[in-house]
């Protein structure tokens, strides 16, 4: 993990990775100059590369693809390309083949919402989640609820990382079917909460989930040296293109206690109207229902190799160094009185946390300035950020210390007349955010970024 001060070297060390980013995007995201973007919207989509649309566009042209449900030579192809994105993805994330699969699905969402539907919950289960997820793990408590169990989150400290987890692990270590569900990285604050946890839970008999969603863009992933079983992420994340696929990659003995509550097209050897019955495929065919995107997975193979010629290693500090530079240069900025003009969610510093910075910019009286405001001004300036909360409550009502009851309140006034950042800013009261900007940075940043950035941020006050 590099420190403030190696980060600064690395930006002004000749025959550093900045030289080769730079020719990076001059070669591969040139649009983002021609067209005077600014994109710092990362942990939304990663851009594709431009030679990914030459590689697709060539594979489209030269081929001939059919429905891969069948035997004849376009069926076969399809499922060729199929076969060689399950392998490119396993060796991506390190992860033996004779112990994972994986289930291509739309995205994060739909791999989570597969395990979630077909995990064994019961009135003796438990559920354990992290309080910092995104809404798409959030919602296997409504599967979990309904089957009985127990649902219980773990709290958050200061910095919004996971408070003592171990303690809440052990509380339901004797409880004979249980499943943890958390992220490898924050979408919200960009705290890494990291894999070691995902190894103690499952000491412990817990079923793992990790949503990797955040984190696999930007960060090397090994399964073989930390095991889960379940990793769920999506693929326009990690290098722009195609939307639409995602995957859950899973342990093959943990597949296997999955019990599917239906079945569709392509999950089952037979299924027999007469006699009300079916066969359920084996391993991932049993869960990839109808036909998989076959044409889209096809896009994925030169995305593995643009990642395999830049390395995650050499990513990683580069996102690394320009979040260290982002967070050095906003926690600079000063109101005229003196006091910080920005307000930081989550850790100030570098050290486990990765390219995503939660903000709010404070008024002359030190309330935050409302967060669409700063990001009209930065639509405005060519500037992508995001705005609100991203799909993460348990993180933000942690971050903006929403008081329990009084949210409550506000939630069930203003849900009769139809939801809104500003009724409900109004009824919590002024003191209180509503929402933060979100910068994240990625492959094709650079300095000149988050210097654009930082001038929105000063005229937002």
Known sequence: MLTSVQATRARTVPGSTDHFFADLRRREFSRLDRNGEAYLDYTGS?????????????????????????????????????DKA???????????????????????????????????????????LSTDN???????????????????????DPDLRLADPLSYLEKHAFVRNKMFAYPAQSNFSGVKHGFALARYARALGYAVLVDAAAFAPTNPISLRATPVDFLALSMYKVF??????????????????LRRPWFAGGTVEYASVQNQSHLLRERES?????????????ALSEGF?????????????????????????LQSLRRADGLPLVRIYGPTNIDARGGTVAFNVLDRDGHAVPYPV???????????????????????????????????????????????????SE????????????????????VEDLERLVGVVQSSN
């Open 46 to 82: 990663a851009l594709y590369a431009e030679r990914q649309i030459r590689a697709y566009s060539n594979v489209l042209r030269r081929g001939v693809f059919g429905n891969p449900h069948s035997e004849n030579k376009p069926s076969r192809a399809s499922t060729e390309i199929i």
């Open 86 to 128: 399950r392998e490119q993805l396993l060796e991506f994330l390190d992860a033996p083949p004779e112990e994972y699969v994986v289930c291509f699905t739309a995205n994060t969402s739909a791999a989570i919402k597969l395990v979630a539907e077909s995990f064994p919950f019961d009135s003796e289960s438990a559920l354990l």
């Open 134 to 156: 995104h809404n798409s793990v959030n919602g296997i408590r409504e599967f979990a609820g309904r089957a009985g169990a127990k649902v219980e989150y773990l709290p958050l």
């Open 240 to 257: 722009g293109f195609p939307t639409g696929v995602g995957a859950l990659v899973a342990r093959r003995d943990s597949l296997r206690r």
């Open 286 to 298: 049993g869960f990839e229902d109808g036909t998989p995107a076959f044409l889209d997975i096809a």
């Open 305 to 329: 190799e643009l990642l395999r010629d830049v390395t995650m290693d050499r990513l990683n500090a580069r996102v690394t160094m320009l979040t260290s530079e982002l967070l050095d240069r």
């Open 374 to 424: 700063v990001e009209r001004a930065a639509r405005d300036a060519g500037v992508a950020v995001r705005g609100g909360c991203f799909c993460n409550p348990g993180a933000s009502e942690s971050a903006f210390e929403f008081p329990a009851n009084l949210a409550r309140k506000c939630a069930e006034n203003v849900t009769s007349a139809g939801f809104t950042v500003e009724k409900f």
């Open 427 to 446: 009824c919590i009261g002024r003191d209180i955010a509503v929402g933060a900007v979100r910068a994240s940075v990625g492959m094709a940043t650079n």
